[in-house]
């Protein structure tokens, strides 16, 4: 089987485009001595997690789910980054992870105590109120911002037993934004950093793309290691899976529109909710903008959301029920977000190996989507 004969909708994750993520990912482990973390929020795939361990440190955790997962298949060093910890799950946590951060300092004073007497090292999320993100949804140094602690809230009467600050403020940026965050960094919280073991630099790295800048990387995070004698963390999540997955759709239906529409098996809604979410257009193999080629069509998915609209595209030829699409980069921010909504069928989980072979990994059918609702 392959790519072009596994059944739709399927996620196909590419193993060799993940292993040259990672391979990227582990130079920048060896040339500046940080450690990197794979965040399990954006890519948490348990058939891949052999290659991802031998390549990173360990994993990042925003629940007891996710520490669980990265424990149980992943290994190396589990971190939690919750933003707020529940009575109920937190012995269940603790037994689970090696770092606890907590976004703030009610929080820290509620479960810290039993953070540090289980051995744990712990850290605040500090928030240096540097927006770089210019979508408002995915900026945690947006006003009103919930996530991690400004300067003025932060009680420094409160830190004996944190080994380390937290920060994670980017989202699909480059070295440039992480430089210009760190000054922001250091001017907010420069005086506590050297009370510190380690930082941690969060996630929204884009370190796997083409154009990241990685000789700035390297020297920031060595610059910084070096002037605060700190390890630096980093957990990206996007960059670990960054062009290594697509979503194989067939088009069930070709309607009348304005251009004609191609309804597919597969939805933003339901199968990749970041693109209505962000929102953005996502590659489609072979497809051009609209009126570049000489076939322009909206692609919607097969839900009742008027708005489970892809985008328009063009192609070379008209579409026809059958046809296959690609939709590019969809490993990440897709699997773990998708949604059973109009109850529709989850998409298969696939590799494909660097001669083309895909084997599926896993399907899913109606007990998916009772077991939720049961
Ligand atoms: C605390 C934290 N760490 C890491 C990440 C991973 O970010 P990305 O997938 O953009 O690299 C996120 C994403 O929201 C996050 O909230």
């Not at 304005?258 to 929102?279: C, G, K, N, R, W």
């Amino acid at each position: 089987m392959n790519r072009h004969d596994v059944p739709t909708p399927c996620y196909v994750v590419s193993l060799p485009a993940l292993d040259r993520n990672l391979e990227v990912l582990g130079s920048v482990q060896k040339r500046t001595g940080c450690r990197i973390l794979l965040a399990l929020k954006a890519f948490a795939m348990p058939a891949v997690a052999g290659r991802i361990s031998a390549a990173l440190s360990g994993t990042s955790a925003s629940s007891l789910h996710e520490a669980r997962l990265g424990k149980e298949c992943f290994g190396g060093e589990v971190h939690a980054c919750v933003t707020a910890y529940r009575d109920d799950e937190y012995d269940g946590l603790l037994s689970l992870v090696e770092h606890v951060v907590f976004n703030s300092f009610s929080q820290w004073e509620r479960f810290g105590p039993r953070a540090l007497s289980a051995g744990k090292r712990c850290g605040i999320r500090i928030n240096p109120e540097h927006s770089e993100v210019e979508v408002p949804i995915y900026d945690p140094c947006g006003p009103g911002s919930r996530l991690g602690v400004r300067r003025r809230h932060f009680r420094e009467e409160l830190l004996d037993g944190v080994s380390g600050l937290h920060f994670h403020t980017l989202c699909e940026k480059n070295a440039d934004a992480l430089s210009r965050t760190l000054s922001a960094v250091e001017a907010r919280f420069g005086d506590l950093i050297p009370r510190m073991e380690w930082v941690n630099f969060g996630g929204g790295h884009h370190i796997t793309r083409p154009d990241y800048d990685l000789d700035l990387l390297c020297s920031l995070v060595t610059g910084f290691s070096e002037k605060y004698g700190v390890t630096v963390y980093l957990e990206p999540g996007e960059a670990v899976a960054l062009n290594a997955g697509i979503l194989t759709a067939t088009v069930l239906d070709v309607v009348p529109g304005d251009p004609d529409v191609a309804i597919l098996d597969a939805s933003a809604a339901a199968h990749m909710p970041d693109v209505l979410e962000m929102p953005y257009r996502p590659e489609v193999m072979g497809a051009g903008k609209p009126g570049e080629k000489s076939h322009t069509y909206r692609l919607a998915g097969c839900t009742c959301l008027s708005g489970d609209v892809i985008g328009l595209y063009s192609f070379d030829r008209p579409l026809a029920v059958g046809d296959r699409l690609f939709f590019g980069d969809m490993a990440i921010y897709t699997m773990v977000k998708n949604n059973t909504f109009n109850g529709l069928r989850l998409p298969s989980i696939a590799v494909e190996e660097a001669d083309g072979s895909v084997s599926v990994v896993r399907s899913f059918g109606y007990g998916d989507y009772k077991n939720r609702l049961s």
